[in-house]
């Protein structure tokens, strides 16, 4: 099994340009969850989704849309990147009940110029 | 503001030497993890605390969790260089979602 992945893993974006990270999880998880992460602020959690269908609003989410295409893939979109938005980027997914426990993938890191 | 604030934030000790880490907060938790991540990878789960005053062992590592549930922290006894990342707590907050500390990083020198 290949656990959690996500593509790309480097990306540079001007400013205003639009981009979409994709990711997939075949642990047949039902939660799946979109981070950034920068230097001295650990994980921030921008949007999740607790099943197929369905989207919430994380900590950080201005700037930024997501789909649920399926039990396995969601993806993220910038619509016009900022400098602000660049970061890593964590794409993670869990099973839906107890402690929520995540899987995470290896990353995007994205650079807005 | 963070919702957890790890300390210290940056730490780097000799081989063999002990370590705690620490990961304190004003609000009460129904679970607290610890994940530890390595340069150009996503963090990976060590273990998950529940129970307000909790122990869990993982090899050398020994994870606590507070009576309150409001805090955790992480010993490491005869550090190795192997043990060098960034450690990460996160507690449940609400239905699902996570929040995460900023961060540890420790190094081990040889």
């Known amino acids: 099994n290949a656990g959690v992945t996500q593509t790309p893993k480097f990306q540079v974006l001007k400013t205003g340009q639009s981009m979409t990270l994709q990711c997939a999880q075949d642990?047949?998880?039902?939660?799946m969850y979109w981070y950034r992460q920068d230097p001295g602020m650990g994980l921030r959690l921008i949007y999740y989704?607790?099943?197929?269908?369905?989207?919430d609003k994380g900590e950080v989410p201005n700037g930024y849309n997501v789909s649920r295409l399926n039990k396995r893939e969601f993806s993220l979109r910038l619509e016009s990147a900022a400098p602000s938005q660049t970061s890593v980027y964590f794409c993670?997914?869990?099973?839906?009940?107890?402690?929520?426990?995540?899987?995470f993938g290896p990353g995007t890191r994205l650079t807005v110029t | 503001t963070q919702l957890l604030e790890q300390s210290p934030q940056f730490l780097s000790i000799q081989e063999g030497e002990n370590l705690t880490v620490y990961c304190n907060s004003s609000?009460?938790?129904?679970?607290l993890q610890w994940y530890r991540q390595e340069p150009g990878e996503g963090p990976v789960l060590l273990v998950t605390?529940?129970?307000?005053?909790e122990v869990k062992k993982l090899k050398r590592l020994t994870f606590q969790f507070g009576d309150a549930r409001k805090d955790s922290s992480l010993h490491i006894t005869a550090a190795q260089t192997g043990d060098t990342g960034l450690y990460l707590c996160?507690?449940?907050?609400?239905?699902?979602?996570?929040?995460f500390g900023q961060g540890t990083r420790l190094t081990i020198n040889p």
């Open positions: 609000s009460v938790f129904s679970s």
């Open positions: 993670a997914s869990s099973v839906p009940r107890g402690v929520y426990e995540q899987y």
């Open positions: 989704s607790a099943s197929e269908g369905t989207t």
């Open positions: 642990m047949n998880h039902n939660s």
């Open positions: 996160a507690g449940v907050q609400g239905a699902q979602k996570l929040v």
């Open positions: 605390v529940v129970t307000g005053g």
